[in-house]
T-cell receptor
Framework: DTGVSQDPRHKITKRGQNVTFRCDPISEHNRLYWYRQTLGQGPEFLTYFQNEAQLEKSRLLSDRFSAERPKGSFSTLEIQRTEQGDSAMYLC???????????FGQGTRLTVV | RKEVEQDPGPFNVPEGATVAFNCTYS??????FFWYRQDCRKEPKLLMS???SGNEDGRFTAQLNRASQYISLLIRDSKLSDSATYLC???????????FGKGTKLSVIP
């Protein structure tokens, strides 16, 4: 499968714990996005990488959230001290040209209990 | 005015019907436009790009009206498998992100 891959697919964690998600983009794509989606809403932008550089972060992004893309290939998204409001689907997408849109992975569904 | 506005629906249409959705955007500097399709509890999937000249892909036709700042999606001969949420998406100048609408839910009824 040469699509965008995300791991894990599901994560249940207790409030206050840290979680980390991984995204492996399509191999030739240098652009990588993280989004969050809750029920009934469209995906909400979190952050953007071009190669290893994080070029944009949402102003709404709490400092508990951090993302990396150390070698310009896979990326990780970490949430520290999780809160119930963090429960959502976390989506990763990749692209080689913004004008051609982006392709999404299947997402990681986070439940904070 | 919100960045992007879509009628959430639901649009309930019989099989074979033609249905159209609009999506308005507020940023006149928006550059690229897309329609995505999202099935329940699945990831969004790129359906088609939207060009000013209009573009067609089988039963789907997309149109961009820059003067009135909206895009449209027309689905002809609706199939049961077209039931999904349709998200309009655009890119803007000065930002790398793809901005998504909340989506329009379509249900095609036998």
């Amino acid at each position: 499968d040469t699509g965008v891959s995300q791991d894990p697919r599901h994560k249940i964690t207790k409030r206050g714990q840290n979680v980390t998600f991984r995204c492996d983009p399509i191999s030739e794509h240098n652009r990588l996005y993280w989004y969050r989606q809750t029920l009934g809403q469209g995906p909400e932008f979190l952050t953007y990488f071009q190669n290893e550089a994080q070029l944009e972060k949402s102003r709404l992004l709490s400092d508990r959230f951090s993302a990396e893309r150390p070698k310009g290939s896979f990326s990780t998204l970490e949430i520290q001290r999780t809160e119930q409001g963090d429960s959502a689907m976390y989506l990763c997408a990749s692209s080689w040209d913004r004008a051609r849109g982006a392709f999404f992975g299947q997402g990681t569904r986070l439940t904070v209990v | 005015r919100k960045e992007v506005e879509q009628d959430p629906g639901p649009f309930n249409v019989p099989e074979g019907a033609t249905v159209a959705f609009n999506c308005t955007y507020s940023n006149s500097a928006s550059q690229s436009f897309f329609w995505y399709r999202q099935d329940c509890r699945k990831e969004p999937k790129l359906l088609m790009s939207v060009y000013s000249s209009g573009n067609e892909d089988g039963r789907f036709t997309a149109q961009l009206n820059r003067a009135s700042q909206y895009i449209s999606l027309l689905i002809r001969d609706s199939k049961l498998s077209d039931s999904a949420t349709y998200l309009c998406v655009f890119t803007g100048a000065g930002s790398y992100q793809l901005t998504f609408g909340k989506g329009t839910k379509l249900s095609v009824i036998p």
